[in-house]
């Protein structure tokens, strides 16, 4: 191997270990922050920090990597909620079981929206995934079997792994929240060192371009919105057990896909660290503002939401990230 060649290899090599030795240490202290955190509000807030973080990842597998821009994710994070407490609530099936059956349901609905929707190019992708969400809240709002607009109630049990349900204790949530954000974070990265990961980007960057050298566009998109999809329809099963309830509005209305696109819009799209730094600012804010000021019912919240936003992208075009300055390659 020539020595240029080696030095670039070396080099790699160093970057990755770097990046994995700071990601042990960062959901190292994740892990350990219960122990410092007593309040439960708290400890609700870094829930939904956590498990907001994991879906943004999913989402930015799909809008940041590949370039797809999604408002429809609500959808896939409803089917994970609706299949794990359908199963759990009629059949008694586990949770865990749930979480994969949804996972799997989320990736054929994403396939099969795909296929279509993939052929559009720009907004028309994103307000497609809109329409076809919302058509999906209004099917589970009269549907009956799902409980319609009454919702699910999840049964009142002992505190238990297996069923996931905990009457007084936040730390499991915080646990199963943050498995799941490791996991959407190590497909991430992984992929996106693979050759799947360059075709992601090459297809955001210009889609005609990397077809005529060869990637496989439309393979591309629809293998990002197979993996983007099932963290999400895992991230809403979680979600279901936190709540030990759910109706469409819960965990379908649009208000969701804005929030798993705004924490890896406002950390830095396309990065593997943009969704946890977003999620981070915002959740809180909007948790603190909901508490405080009354933001959910208002929507001061989502004014806040945006006004961050724009703010940063005035500021940081490529997101909060991009103040942590880079270590430069040797020459």
Known sequence: ??????????????ARVRRFLVAALVFAALALSPLAIRSVYLQNVLVLTLLYAAVSQSWNILGGYCGQISLGHGLYFGIGAYATSVLFVTWGILPWGGMIVGGVLAVAVALL????????????????TLVIAQSGLVLMQNWDFVGAARGIQWPFGPD?????????AKTPYIEVSLALLVASWLATVLIGESRWGYWWRAVKDDALAAES??????????AAAGVSAFFTAVGGGVYAAFLAYIDPDAVMS????????????????????????GAAVLVPLGEFSRSYLGGSGSG???????????????ARPQGLLSLVPRRRAAP
């Open 254 to 277: 649009f208000r969701f896909s804005l929030l798993f696109a705004l924490p890896a819009v406002l950390g830095g799209i396309g990065t593997p660290w943009g969704p946890l730094v």
């Open 160 to 168: 238990s792994w297996w069923t996931l349900q905990f009457a007084r």
């Open 213 to 222: 050298l060869g990637v496989e566009v439309f393979r591309s998109k629809m």
């Open 113 to 128: 929206i795909g296929y279509p929707c993939f052929r559009l190019q720009g907004h028309y992708f994103a307000i497609a």
């Open 300 to 314: 001061l919240d989502l004014v806040i939401y945006g006004a961050l936003v724009m703010a940063v992208a005035l």
């Open 1 to 14: 191997m020539p020595h240029g060649e080696a030095a670039t290899a070396e080099s790699f090599r160093s």
